[in-house]
């Protein structure tokens, strides 16, 4: 069963900084891509950072750029996303979630989600 859970959410003031973390069981991590969407009340997921296997490539929303740092851990079977210089729009429910490919639209598994809320 292919479990991805995410933690590290919740209530920080703006400018603040949080780390989200994913820990993934039952495939094997190396060979997925990973990536962090987010889903704001009200408003559709988005895409926020993704991964290539290798940790090699990253690639972000622009949204996010310069603030957001993706990165993983394959010893770990983990992803992380290191937010700082948070801002009120960044809140969001944040989810992790595993690809086959790198560039991709096309998410294959899921994590059920963490609230990020940024007060101003």
């Known amino acids: 069963q292919v479990q991805l859970v995410e933690s590290g959410g919740g209530l920080v003031q703006a400018g603040g900084s949080l780390r989200l973390s994913c820990v993934v069981s039952g495939l094997t991590f190396s060979t997925y891509a990973m990536n962090w969407f987010r889903q704001a009340p009200g408003k559709e997921r988005e895409f926020v950072a993704a991964?290539?296997?290798?940790?090699?490539?990253?690639n972000y929303a622009d949204s996010v750029k310069g603030r957001f740092t993706i990165s993983r851990d394959n010893a770990k079977n983990a992803v992380y996303l290191q937010m700082n210089s948070l801002k009120p729009e960044d809140t969001a429910v944040y989810y992790c979630?595993?690809?086959?490919?790198?560039?991709?639209?096309?998410?294959?598994?899921w994590g059920q989600g963490t609230q990020v809320t940024v007060s101003s």
């Open positions: 979630a595993a690809s086959d490919a790198y560039i991709t639209s096309r998410m294959k598994y």
């Open positions: 991964i290539s296997r290798s940790g090699i490539s990253r």
